[in-house]
């Protein structure tokens, strides 16, 4: 049975991808600024509600490439780690580095692109699994773990930027 489940591992994906989009009816430029500051996400995202006592830290860059945020939490839904920007072109898109300690890391981003008045926000991930046949394995599982976080954390945005 172990030896069924290591092979299998190497013939399923190296690479763990989830993404999730909405349409905000606003344009790219008042939307962005709520995803390149770090800590401008705490009034959006589909995490920090689920432990009010989370600690967060922010580094000496507010917003764009060199932000970086940590956090820290019991609750096993949120979990530590840290966040950097590592890209930002305005107003169209951002890329985060993401370090999870012990669970690994990945690279998120936000592509935002014009839609006559409206703006399609796209919400993502990917993580290279490498040959760790547990990290394969639970690639598969991934979407459905995280997809309903980052659709949640879109419609939290859309009502935030739509409200304002």
């Not at 591992?9 to 995803?35: G, M, N, Q, W, Y």
């Not at 770090?38 to 060199?66: C, F, H, I, M, N």
Request: charged share 20%.
């Amino acid at each position: 049975m172990l030896a069924v489940f290591l092979i299998g591992a190497f013939f399923l994906p190296k690479e763990t991808s989830v993404a999730r989009s909405i349409a905000i009816d606003a344009p790219a430029e008042e939307i962005f600024p709520h995803v390149a500051n770090l800590k401008a996400t705490e009034a959006w995202s589909p995490w920090l509600s689920r432990d009010p006592e989370v600690q967060l830290t922010y580094g000496d860059v507010a917003e764009g490439v060199g932000a970086t945020m940590t956090w820290a939490s019991d609750h096993p839904q949120v979990g530590s780690g840290n966040m950097e920007i590592v890209e930002a072109t305005a107003p169209s898109h951002l890329k985060t580095a993401l370090d999870f300690g012990d669970m690994g890391t990945a690279m998120a981003y936000f592509d935002l692109v014009a839609q006559g008045d409206a703006t399609q926000v796209t919400w993502g991930f990917t993580s290279d699994n490498g040959n760790n046949p547990m990290l394969r394995w639970m690639g598969l599982m991934m979407d459905g773990w995280v997809g309903p976080d980052y659709q949640k954390g879109l419609e939290n945005l859309k009502n935030l930027v739509e409200g304002a």
